[in-house]
């Protein structure tokens, strides 16, 4: 059970897209966003629109989660917290040996390494509340292989594995597991990733709107639910590829990622 009111929620990537969405919807909850990336003057935009509209005072900690030692100042400078949202992620398109040794090295530190040294290292303090969650953000990607996209995918696929284990382990601490796994969404991602929307027909076919993403995730996180898919169409394209050979959802999946 999650008791919003002046509970202290961790959100890293909250500078932009779901994270500032994130932001926005846990202060109208009564919450207090502790804000998580690097680019601070983003930070204390997203902080300042939050407090305008709610009253709410955010905490911004400017960080680059591909360091270690950053890493390691944010765990020990959160202080108590009630719920994780460790959402920063990154994924660029592009064939496994087109893309660089250093973007692959970058994805896996920070779709990967980064969700688990920050929910290890604040999960003693979780523990201790005993009324907490933490919702993580994978992606309908984490449900297949992605050829064009097979870092990406398979970083995902790492976080929803790892975090429906998590969510069995904590049953008897009181503390929520939700994985929110939404399809394509009108964020800056593609723009971070330098992802050519026109090129790529998943894209082409419309993207979620990331208040709606976000709502589902925390209302999921709110019914304890272990798994939130937003939108029918992707639940549906989920369920049916566990019907499919691998081999066809990999043909399919690099097509619609744009694979020649
Ligand atoms: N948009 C989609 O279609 C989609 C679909 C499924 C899942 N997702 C997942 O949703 C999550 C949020 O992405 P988004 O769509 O909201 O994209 P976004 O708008 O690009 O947001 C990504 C956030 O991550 C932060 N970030 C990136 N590198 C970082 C670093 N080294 N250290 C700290 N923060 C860093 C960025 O902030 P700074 O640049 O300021 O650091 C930004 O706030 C990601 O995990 C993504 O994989 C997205």
Not at 62 to 91: F, K, S
Not at 231 to 247: A, I, N
Request: include cysteine; charged fraction near 20%; proline fraction near 5%.
């Amino acid at each position: 059970m999650i008791q919003w009111q002046g509970a202290r929620v961790l959100i890293t990537g909250a500078s932009s897209g779901l994270g500032e969405q994130f932001a926005h919807a846990v202060a109208r909850r009564g919450a207090i966003p502790i804000l998580v990336a690097r680019r601070q003057t983003r930070l204390a935009e997203v902080a300042q629109a939050i407090h305008a509209r709610t009253g709410i005072h955010p905490e911004v900690i400017a960080c680059d989660l591909l360091i270690p030692q950053a890493r390691a100042e944010l765990v020990t400078r959160v202080g108590t917290v009630d719920v994780l949202i460790p959402n920063a992620g990154w994924g660029p398109v592009g064939r496994v040996a087109t893309l660089s040794l250093r973007a692959h090295q970058e994805m896996l530190t920070l779709n990967i390494e980064a969700v688990v040294e920050v929910v290890h290292g604040l999960l003693p303090l979780l523990k201790r509340r005993r009324q907490g969650g933490i919702l993580f953000v994978a992606s309908t990607a984490a449900f297949q292989p992605c050829p064009n996209f097979a870092t990406y995918g398979a970083t995902k696929a790492f976080i929803l594995s790892w975090a429906q284990a998590l969510g069995q382990e904590l049953r008897k601490d009181d503390i929520t597991v939700t994985t929110l796994c939404p399809g394509a969404t009108a964020t800056e991602f593609f723009q971070a990733a330098n992802i050519p929307r026109k090129r790529i027909p998943a894209l082409a076919r419309g993207l979620l709107d990331p208040e709606a993403v976000v709502e589902a995730g925390l209302r999921g996180l709110e019914q304890g639910r272990a798994l939130v898919i937003p939108g029918m169409r992707h639940r549906f394209l989920v369920q049916v590829q566990r019907f499919v050979p691998r081999r066809v959802i990999a043909w399919v999946a690099g097509r619609s990622l744009g694979l020649k």
